[in-house]
């Protein structure tokens, strides 16, 4: 006999047995992963165009919109330029959290009808819609060379380093995320009403649209410990320069994704025995 | 005898039945948890409550209800089950079980191998993909590997006779055809133990009779079989054993022939006392 007598019952830790288990769901991943994919780009030139155009229009309209606020002595088109890089990557980056977040907490609901019927790893499907979104955010990537090269920048390549870490910092950040809210709104749908009100909320208090240099000093601390606007000022340094966000602020965000990460996997474990119960 | 295929072991399930506000928003849960912190002196009188909840002997305990209570049995590889039983007795939550859609309360199950269920056909089919892509979404859902759907992808098409269409979007498919993807998908799939509900599977005549062509066929690989059937003409063709339930219990355990005839005299017999 080839295969071994497993033993399930109500328990659920995470454990060697769970991490096996995924490896073996691993083309499962890769099957929901490209379905998901598939079905965004099935009409490709407008599901392009579209990921390129999300972060370049918001630009320009936040651009504008400082632009007719702010009666800065020294605005001058440098400036503009400048803010425009600023707020570029800041959208860029927002849109894949927001992106993954919105589709990770509806991917177990919206899949109900599965997950009554068949056992899998449940997580597989918010896995599946982070992944997804970085596919997106890859793509957008693309614009931002021509962006920076328009808006005179001048990249400092010795902070380029930098950004696969960053990368996979926001790539666990999201995971963190939505295993805490796609098992939340498989039990509680308000959670899914209440994400796009969270997700403006979060885009304001991040420095999307603005440089964090802009908070004073004094909350620069509490400001930075944010694992969001970490990531994006850490973004911003590698390819625009400026400076570093300090070190302690830095260790307390990385702390906080870690503490999201691991508490939202429990959850998630402790919740999947139940969800197709409940969902 | 050979090795155990299936070990049922002390499994009991609880469902919580419609107290309606529970598990709805978070915001109604929240504000529960609040109440019930503020209802703190009357706690003891609760934990009370709880161990009643926990008490086995009658099905239905405030609003807790056995499913199933204590179900203990083993298959061996090679045997084809056969579970009969009355309404809500308890079949499909232990297939369900089985088949870790949802976990038991305590006790536990062991399985050899990977599961195939029969439940429903053409679970996860998505209308805007191919029929290609839709073969291997719902295969890789079902337990394939890719490779595996691979080999096999030219019989599956042949059978469910669709390969004209096969890179047509499956939502301008008609419903014969998307039925007949879907099982021909879960009938390429060789799971070491295969599940068939025909009791979820009603309605389709068609469909019961190929599912438990597809049952035989896997019996004579010397697969197991388990089998949930209200057609006990067919347990009894079919089954090696079967095994009796009744309200969340394995009353019976045996001889097919011999536990259909007891399932009936128990039918006819609570019938002549609701008379």
Excluded at chain 1, 34 to 59: C, E, N
Excluded at chain 2, 167 to 185: A, C, E, H, Q
Aim: glycine content about 8%; overall charge positive; some cysteine.
């Amino acid at each position: 006999m080839p295969y071994p007598l497993i033993y399930y019952d109500s328990s659920g830790y995470w454990s060697w047995a769970k991490l096996v288990e995924l490896w073996r769901f691993r083309e499962l991943l890769y099957t929901f992963f490209a379905r998901d994919l598939t079905i965004r780009y099935r009409q490709v030139l407008i599901g392009v165009a579209w990921v390129l155009l999300q972060p370049l229009l918001s630009m320009l309209i936040f651009v504008s919109l400082f632009g007719l606020l702010e009666t800065r002595a020294t605005a001058s088109e440098n400036q503009y330029a400048a803010d425009a890089a600023v707020v570029f990557l800041g959208v860029w980056c927002w849109q894949f959290l927001a992106t993954a977040l919105r589709d990770g907490t509806s991917s177990l609901v919206n899949y109900r009808h599965v997950i009554t019927k068949v056992y899998f790893p449940r997580i597989l499907l918010p896995i599946a819609s982070v992944l997804c979104a970085l596919f997106d955010f890859l793509i957008g990537g693309l614009v931002m060379i021509p962006t920076l090269w328009v808006t005179g920048t001048v990249i400092p390549w010795s902070h380029v380093w930098v950004i696969p870490l960053i990368m996979i910092w926001l790539v666990f950040l999201c995971i963190a995320c939505v295993a805490w809210l796609s098992s939340l709104n498989a039990t509680y749908r308000d959670v899914g009403y209440a994400l796009p009100f969270l997700l403006q909320i979060g885009m304001y208090l991040s420095p999307t649209v603005y440089d964090a240099s802009r908070i004073p000093a004094r909350w620069m601390t509490v400001y930075l410990s944010n694992p969001v606007s970490a990531i994006i000022t850490w973004f911003r340094w590698a390819l625009l320069g400026g400076t570093a966000p300090d070190f302690l602020p830095t260790c307390i965000a990385i702390g906080v994704t870690l503490l999201l990460l691991l508490s939202g996997l429990a959850w998630f474990e402790k919740s999947e025995r139940l969800m197709a119960d409940r969902i | 005898m050979t090795d155990i295929a299936i070990h049922v072991e002390k499994v009991s399930k609880r469902f919580t039945i419609g107290t309606g506000t529970e598990y709805a928003r978070l915001t109604e849960a929240l504000v529960g948890k609040l109440k019930s912190v503020s209802k703190s002196l009357v706690q003891s009188a609760k934990r009370k409550l709880v161990s009643d909840a926990s008490n086995r002997d009658q099905r239905h305990v405030g609003n807790a209800f056995w499913a199933l209570r204590d179900v203990d049995f083993r298959v061996h590889c090679g045997e084809s089950v056969g579970i009969v039983g009355g309404n809500g007795a308890g079949k499909s939550t232990l297939l369900k079980i089985l088949s870790r859609i949802v976990s038991p309360t305590s006790g536990r199950v062991g399985v050899r191998g990977r599961v195939g269920c029969l439940l429903e056909v053409g679970t996860g089919f998505h209308p805007e993909l191919t029929g290609r892509e839709n073969v291997f979404l719902n295969g890789t859902i079902l337990g394939m590997s890719r490779r595996e759907i691979r080999r096999r992808f030219d019989e599956i098409v042949s059978f469910a006779e669709v390969e004209t269409f096969i890179d047509t979007p499956v939502k301008r498919y008609s419903n014969g055809m998307i039925i007949r993807l879907g099982f021909s998908v879960a009938a390429h799939f060789e799971p070491e133990v295969l599940i068939i509900d025909e009791v979820l599977g009603v309605g389709d005549a068609a469909f019961q009779a190929r599912s438990l062509t597809k049952a035989k066929e896997f019996r004579e690989q010397g697969r197991t079989v388990l089998l949930v059937s209200h057609n006990l003409q067919s347990i009894v063709e079919f089954a090696t054993r079967a095994i009796l339930m009744q309200e969340g219990r394995v009353v019976a355990d045996g001889e097919p022939t011999s536990i259909v005839e007891m399932h009936l005299r128990h039918n006819t017999h609570s019938n002549k006392t609701a008379i």
